[in-house]
């Protein structure tokens, strides 16, 4: 075994930001489930996280901006595809040619049990929460059902539904990366405003007491 030299203890004391930004870069893609959806939301797999991006622009402008109906559009693109490989399958038997390579279309049994198992733990956990709120009386649970509920309202009457999902896919696709490539500036910004805050809280929360107990002395 290679022994550890008193350069490369020196190098890594004064490099301590390498170690640091590569378990923050390996917690970032723990927290968002270490899968595909991580690698794409991070920008591991550009290819799919750009394709991602740009078809849901488009899909976006034709819906909001050209006026396109959503209806209109999956109707004719699916008429537009069955069409096209209509003839290209009726082609290809004249002509002698290889028909159209399509994958097996069926929904296997594995997919659609992880899907109702989803399903399954999502209602398992509004049913959960309505329980804690309803039988068990947990009014912080209630305050924070309300806040959140209030939020989705406040935000939905500001855009309509598509335009809500696309601002959603556009966060999810530049926010992660984002914070993944600076967390270490990012977080010092944080901790510094954190701070802040605390000590304008601090002051507010002493002047609310001593205005109280000013009040008190002077009743009494």
Not at 66 to 86: E, I, K, M, W
Not at 142 to 168: D, E, R
Not at 210 to 217: L, P, R, T, V
């Amino acid at each position: 075994m290679d022994a550890i030299t008193p350069a490369d203890s020196s190098a890594a004391e004064k490099d301590p930001l390498m170690t640091s930004q590569s378990h923050h870069k390996k917690s970032v893609h723990q927290f968002l489930g270490e899968g595909s959806v991580a690698d794409v939301l991070l920008w591991e797999k550009q290819a799919t996280s750009a394709t991602l991006l740009v078809s849901s622009s488009i899909i976006w402008f034709l819906f909001e901006r050209a006026g396109y109906n959503p209806l209109l559009f999956v109707s004719n693109s699916l008429l537009v595809l069955v069409v096209t490989l209509f003839f290209w399958g009726k082609s290809a038997h004249f002509l002698n040619r290889p028909p159209p390579s399509l994958p097996h279309l069926e929904i296997s049994d594995d997919s659609m049990l992880k899907i109702s198992s989803d399903v399954h733990v999502i209602i398992n956990r509004v049913l959960e929460t309505g329980h804690a709120i309803i039988v068990g009386g947990n009014m912080r649970l209630l305050l924070k059902v309300i806040v959140s509920m209030w939020l989705v309202a406040f935000i939905g009457g500001l855009f309509n539904f598509i335009t809500l999902v696309y601002i959603g896919l556009v966060i999810s696709l530049t926010v992660p990366a984002l914070y993944n490539s600076y967390q270490d500036h990012i977080d010092d910004k944080l901790i510094a405003a954190h701070k802040v805050i605390s000590t304008q809280l601090g002051k507010f929360n002493l002047n609310i007491l001593s205005n109280i107990q000013s009040q008190e002395k002077k009743l009494h």
